[in-house]
């Protein structure tokens, strides 16, 4: 298996611009999570799901930021308009079951401009 | 609600030495716990994890940890560090969800 698959690797992007990241977990995985990396705040979690459906995005910052999880393969974070201060890496993580770990993918840096 | 300490945010030791990077939680249940370890421009990979085997978890690359109930700790050690081992360490307790300490950077000075 390949891992878990981010893309972009790298994003620059201008501020107000609408952006995208994807992520492709690790194929059987019924749990996927999105985290935001940043010097100031560290890992923060944004949203996990499970079997697709979100289940807590308490994490989310806010209304700017939207997630979804169309079937088992794939998940997207959006952020519309983006911010100076939502630079950072953003990382998607799956597992299978519990009592596992969670596999990350390389991460997603977003520079926004 | 749970909640994973680490202690120190940089820590430094010889090449050679000992290594110790803390982690303590808090959790209602009990916990899976895990060491995860994130070298430049990557994402975490798993060091070890303790799912309510043995208390002493043998890791790669050298690395262990003990599982304390009693302390509530979870410790990484590695009794003689490479220059290699320099990174970002990471604490993380499983329950409902992952909860990720803030993180340990590790400086190896030759």
């Known amino acids: 298996d390949a891992g878990v698959i981010q893309s972009p690797r790298h994003e620059v992007t201008e501020m107000g611009q609408e952006v995208t990241l994807r992520c492709k977990p690790i194929?059987?995985?019924?749990?996927l999570f999105w985290y935001r990396q940043t010097m100031m705040r560290g890992l923060e979690l944004l949203i996990y799901?499970?079997?697709?459906?979100?289940?807590?995005d308490s994490g989310m910052p806010e209304d700017r930021f939207s997630a979804k999880m169309p079937n088992a393969s794939f998940s997207t974070l959006k952020i519309q308009p983006s911010e100076p201060r939502d630079s950072a890496v953003y990382f998607c993580?799956?597992?299978?079951?519990?009592?596992?770990?969670?596999?990350f993918g390389q991460g997603t840096r977003l520079t926004v401009v | 609600a749970q909640s994973v300490t680490q202690l120190g945010s940089h820590v430094s030791v010889s090449e050679g030495a000992l290594v110790l990077l803390r982690c303590n939680y808090s959790s209602s249940v009990p916990p899976y716990l895990f060491w995860y370890v994130q070298y430049p421009n990557q994402g975490l990979q798993l060091l070890l994890k303790?799912?309510?085997?043995?208390?002493l978890v043998k890791g790669i690359n050298g690395f262990e940890a003990e599982f304390k109930k009693s302390e509530t700790s979870f410790h990484l050690t590695k009794p003689s560090a490479h220059m290699s081992d320099a990174a970002e360490y990471f604490c993380?307790?499983?329950?409902?969800?992952?909860?990720f300490g803030t993180g340990t950077s590790l400086t190896v000075i030759p």
């Open positions: 993380a307790v499983l329950t409902d969800q992952f909860y």
């Open positions: 993580a799956s597992i299978q079951g519990i009592e596992t770990e969670a596999f």
């Open positions: 799901f499970n079997n697709n459906v979100p289940i807590d």
């Open positions: 194929s059987g995985h019924n749990s």
């Open positions: 303790y799912t309510s085997a043995a208390t």
